[in-house]
């Protein structure tokens, strides 16, 4: 069985510019979890989609928003990047919609602002 | 913050050694899980923990919960290199997954 999975593995933007980055679930999973994980730093929960609906957000702006496709493959998009968005944005998968559940991690988008 | 924070940040032993890593918490929980990370790459699942059990195994793992203590612990027995990684616990806020900021621990062949 195919794990999650996302790209790119590596994004390189400057600042300003928009980065999209994406990840398709596992198979017959319905929820799909972004994070984000700066140098040192803990996880830092950003989005939950759930069967295509944002079921949660976390504290972050506005530029930071995503969509999930009806194939449950989803996509996060960074407006404006900033220096302090340079992270290791991780995204997971769980087979239905409840947040506290083990969640299974894709090997994450390194993403680079200059 | 209902975000966990793991004890101690930095963990260094010896192969064959055991490695106890503590997890603290701030409200109630309905689960409590445990992911490891190996250098810059996604998490991965060791254990979850529900908030009626004290005490769960899998293989060479074993987690403690203390809800009245709002506290867990992971021990690895018998390390081997390979456990070398960074450790996170997380708890579920009922609609959030609070990770906390993660064990290092470093396994010396």
């Known amino acids: 069985e195919a794990g999650v999975t996302q790209s790119p593995t590596h994004l390189i933007k400057t600042r300003g510019q928009q980065a999209t980055l994406r990840c398709s679930p596992i198979s017959g999973h319905t929820s799909v979890y972004w994070y984000q994980q700066a140098l040192g730093l803990g996880l830092q929960f950003l989005l939950w989609y759930d069967e295509g609906e944002e079921r949660n957000r976390g504290n972050f702006p506005p530029r930071f928003s995503g969509r999930q496709f009806p194939n449950y493959s989803s996509e996060l998009n960074v407006n404006a990047l900033e220096l302090e968005d340079s992270a290791l944005y991780l995204c997971?998968?769980?087979?239905?919609?409840?947040?506290?559940?083990?969640?299974?991690f894709g090997p994450g988008t390194r993403l680079t602002v200059l | 913050s209902q975000q966990g924070e793991e004890d101690p940040q930095a963990l260094s032993i010896q192969e064959g050694e055991n490695a106890t890593m503590n997890c603290s918490y701030k409200t109630s929980i309905n689960n409590l899980q445990w992911y490891r990370q190996n250098s810059g790459r996604g998490l991965v699942h060791l254990i979850l923990?529900?908030?009626?059990?004290r005490e769960k195994h899998s293989g060479r793992l074993r987690v403690t919960l203390d809800t009245s203590k709002k506290s867990s612990s992971l021990l690895i027995t018998a390390s081997r290199a390979a456990d070398t990684a960074s450790y996170f616990c997380a708890t579920d806020g009922g609609r959030n997954l609070f990770f906390g900021t993660g064990t290092r621990l470093t396994v010396i062949p």
């Open positions: 923990i529900r908030s009626n059990e």
């Open positions: 997971a998968s769980s087979p239905q919609g409840a947040q506290g559940d083990t969640q299974y």
